[in-house]
């Protein structure tokens, strides 16, 4: 009886199986996420609201009262300094903002609206990047030089310097755009605004892609064959960048996190009193001498999501595409 051979997509995973760095850092960033999504579950465990201001709390530790803002012991002495780390959960384990709110409950609740939008954002620029590739690669003629030329205005500006002026001009009045109206603290503008701007960066290697793939055999035999061009691009060329696309994710999810985290920090992203990993940093720039934690603790968190990001796409790419050239910089 012949032995029954495993398909190219079970190859592969079994591959990416194999990768020990990537599942250690696939399982890092899992613990993060399920971290983060237990944010509510936490601040209620806890007792504490991490968006509204405690001043004159007074928590208990070792059966004594301890205020949550210490008097300043300092120069003068005025002025109020926060509690530190008590390394107890569900006791202002991480210490006090400057605020007198709870580190570790914003810290959770920051992390989810992090991952949110870089999560979102990564689906919205792939979505857009992916048609835009699509059909500039598959037409061609002025299509494509329309398309491209778009997408060549976007490529011109440095990412971060777009992303700046694109938040500055809505953050203040937000988008609306006939019937669709966006407030300004709403978190749909950041994954908008981030989405945008990474949108060359997807549709310029797909289209890449789909350009080799409109002068192979098989589609040249299905337009001889009258197969309409939606379903060409449906059936026979978008099941054959699947694996770039997924290669994609978890490096563009990267990239968004970390660009979310600068314009949260420049008070251009996420706006109070929501938080972010960036918002909190920069709450924590006047405490760095004090409370360095309040400001360590987010920037950590940035860096080992994204490392564990960037490792796990790595050993992805490897598995899905070993032969692949997709680059998310410039060459």
Request: glycine share 10%; charged share 10%.
């Given at each position: ?5 495993r ?10 199986a ?42 208990q ?33 991480l ?42 690669g ?61 949108i ?75 938080a972010?990993?960036?918002t ?52």
């Open positions: 009886m012949p032995r029954k051979t398909g190219p997509w079970a190859v592969a995973f079994a591959k990416l194999t990768d020990r760095a990537a599942m250690a850092s696939l399982a890092v960033f899992l613990i993060i996420v399920l971290a983060c999504f237990s944010a509510p579950l936490y601040a209620k465990w806890a007792g504490t609201d991490p968006f509204a201001s405690t001043l004159d709390a007074v928590i530790i070792d059966g004594a009262d301890v205020p949550v803002m210490e008097q300043s012991t300092e120069g003068l002495g005025l002025g109020y300094t926060p509690i530190g780390p008590t390394w107890r959960l569900g006791n202002y384990f210490g006090a903002d400057s605020q007198g709110r709870d580190v570790m409950a914003r810290l959770l609740y920051g992390g989810l609206n992090s991952l949110l939008i870089s999560g979102a954002a990564t689906i919205f620029t792939l979505i857009v990047g992916t048609m835009a590739g699509l059909i500039a598959y037409f061609g003629g002025i299509t494509d030089t329309v398309l491209s030329r778009l997408l060549d205005v976007l490529w011109a500006f440095p990412i971060y310097l777009l992303a700046i002026s694109l938040s500055i001009v809505t953050i203040a009045q937000g988008i609306a755009i006939g019937p669709i109206e966006i407030q300004s603290g709403s978190l749909w503008l950041p994954i908008i605004i981030i989405g945008i701007v990474y060359p960066y997807v549709a310029r290697p797909i289209r890449g892609q789909v350009l080799a793939l409109r002068h192979s055999e098989f589609v040249f035999a299905a337009i001889n064959l009258g197969v309409p061009g939606w379903r060409i691009l449906w059936r026979d060329i978008l099941p054959n960048i699947t694996t770039t696309l997924i290669v994609f994710v978890p490096l563009m999810m990267a990239l968004n996190m970390l660009t979310e985290s600068a314009l949260s920090f420049l008070s251009i992203g996420v706006q109070p009193p929501a972010s990993w960036g909190i940093i920069q709450d924590g720039q006047a405490l760095l001498y004090t409370r360095p934690l309040v400001a360590l603790v987010p920037g950590l968190a940035i860096a080992l999501s994204v490392m564990a990001l960037n490792v796990f796409g790595d050993g992805l790419r490897d598995a899905l595409d070993p032969r692949s050239k997709v680059r998310l910089g410039r060459d």
